[in-house]
């Protein structure tokens, strides 16, 4: 068995902290590095690439709405296409701080308000997948299992990775539970890490009610943000690796 371990970073600015990046490259296998817009700024981008190319953990980039003071959690009605060259943008931006580290921008996947938003959002999720296949249509997208999104990705001739999260709560349609909900956000690590072994057997796991959900994906997200972040990443990638899981980025062993 094998999956990829992806955590977001990159998302301080200035004298503001948030995360520990270099703790958790120690330990990932895909990095989804902010790009200016919700979070980061040139040189915190560039310090996480760098970490990242040392580590031989794969770039990706994070894209999201123009949304600092909310860090990228509020939706914005925008145009697709102001959608479009906004995500363009953003991926050129990374690109060049990942070219300074001697990589490149390896996927994308959408952050926060965006990534739910085109869970359903048909305009927007077209906008993004426009943006990343004009790009480069070589490039792998991660996103929820069976949204719009990845569907329209999929049309848009890209390759679509469907991603599970080691520390949210799930509907029992297999939707994220939203932040502002009791119990959104888990945080006792070894339950964290039984549930994403269970994920990665394809055995289901319980959603906020009980009701048994089965998860499919080819990556699992922790998130940098969250309190205990590294603790719960060290954990997940001990018991994956202790039940003979391989931990390889998605797109391929050489980022």
Not at 153 to 168: H, K, P, S
């Amino acid at each position: 068995m094998r999956i990829d371990l992806n955590s977001d970073l990159g998302e301080s600015f200035g004298n503001w902290r948030l995360g520990d990046d270099a703790a958790l490259l120690s330990i990932v296998t895909s990095a989804n590095v902010a790009c200016g817009f919700h979070a980061g700024d040139p040189s915190v981008l560039r310090t996480a690439c760098a970490g990242a190319a040392e580590h031989g953990v794969a770039i990706g980039a994070q894209v999201g709405y123009r949304d600092l003071a909310g860090f990228g959690r509020r939706f914005i009605d925008m145009s697709p296409t102001d959608l479009t060259n906004d995500v363009l943008y953003q991926i050129g931006a990374l690109e060049a701080m990942a070219h300074a580290a001697g990589q490149r921008v390896r996927y994308v996947k959408p952050h926060g308000a965006l990534y739910n938003a085109i869970v359903y959002h048909e305009e927007q999720a077209a906008a993004v997948a426009e943006a990343v296949a004009t790009y480069d249509p070589a490039l792998p997208v991660l996103g929820l299992p069976g949204s719009v999104w990845l569907g329209r990705a999929e049309q848009a001739g890209l390759r679509t990775v469907g991603e599970a999260f080691a520390d949210r709560a799930y509907t029992p349609e297999g939707t994220l539970v939203p932040r502002r909900e009791p119990g959104a956000v888990l945080h006792d690590p070894q339950e964290i890490a039984r549930r994403c072994l269970d994920m990665v057997r394809g055995e289901p796991v319980a959603a906020v009610d009980g009701t048994p959900v089965r998860i499919q994906a080819e990556s699992l997200c922790v998130h940098g943000d969250s309190p205990g972040a590294v603790g719960i990443a060290r954990e997940v990638a001990e018991r994956l690796r202790g039940s003979g899981v391989e931990l390889v980025p998605f797109t391929g062993t050489a980022p």
